[in-house]
């Protein structure tokens, strides 16, 4: 649901874009092959992909973990971002869509920065956290997968993020559905209500939620 951010006329969202550096040649394939598939509403927005960038370059991000990978923009984009030395750490449970971004992180010669675990996200995480020992490794984190176990990603996200380090929560305004009551009922919206609710609620980070895309949470771990 992130193709553009919502809230902007077709004529402000062309200035916006006028006014920002121009999309990396890669992710700009990246996002026309994407177009073509049916879920391409999971794409993120070009300028959440710039600022994504932007971030780990303010952060001098080393690792960066990601819930939720679908063809690669997001990995992609922030892997280019890292340092030389950076690691991207990737979870995903689809062969079809992650083969894209394999493609693509290859051809941008950041393959071999990024390590996929092809797997449900919950038992990838817990890997990570048990068996590899990677509690507050990370400098930042994305969550951007199936909405009603975002409590959980949250959860763990908070053991493997460092102190200080990011946690960025996708799709958190729903393109507004949250706070509308006509969408009562609807079951990724009381998830992500019912998310939102828990974080601005959580005191083990300080947070801001912006209008980018269709809603992105930044928690600085305390």
């Known amino acids: 649901m992130s193709l553009r951010s919502f809230g902007l006329d077709e004529r402000t969202y062309q200035y916006l874009l006028d006014h920002i550096p121009d999309e990396p040649e890669i992710l700009a394939r990246l996002r026309e092959e994407t177009s073509r598939d049916s879920h391409a509403n999971m794409q993120i927005a070009p300028e959440q992909g710039l600022f994504m960038a932007l971030l780990a370059k303010l952060m001098g991000a080393r690792r960066y973990l990601e819930v939720g990978v679908f063809t690669g923009y997001s990995s992609l984009a922030t892997a280019l971002a890292l340092?030389?030395?950076?690691?991207?750490?990737?979870?995903?449970?689809?062969?079809?869509?992650?083969?894209?971004?394999?493609?693509?992180?290859?051809?941008?010669?950041?393959?071999e920065k990024i390590r996929l675990y092809l797997d449900e996200a919950d038992r990838s995480l817990e890997t990570l956290l048990v068996h590899e020992e990677r509690a507050n490794d990370f400098d930042l984190a994305f969550i951007d997968a199936d909405k009603?176990?975002?409590?959980?990603?949250?959860?763990?996200?908070?053991?493997?993020?460092?102190?200080?380090?990011?946690?960025?929560?996708?799709?958190?305004?729903?393109?507004?559905?949250?706070?509308?009551?006509?969408?009562?009922?609807?079951?990724?919206?009381?998830?992500?209500?019912?998310?939102?609710?828990?974080?601005?609620a959580d005191d083990r980070v300080e947070l801001v939620m912006l209008p980018v895309a269709d809603g992105l949470t930044l928690a600085r771990k305390r």
């Open 83 to 111: 340092r030389e030395d950076g690691e991207v750490v990737a979870l995903d449970n689809s062969h079809e869509w992650t083969g894209v971004a394999r493609r693509y992180w290859s051809e941008a010669g950041v393959g």
């Open 148 to 200: 009603g176990n975002y409590p959980v990603y949250w959860e763990y996200c908070l053991e493997l993020v460092r102190p200080g380090g990011l946690i960025l929560v996708d799709n958190v305004l729903r393109y507004g559905r949250v706070a509308d009551p006509d969408w009562d009922g609807d079951p990724t919206t009381e998830a992500i209500r019912a998310f939102n609710d828990k974080a601005a």
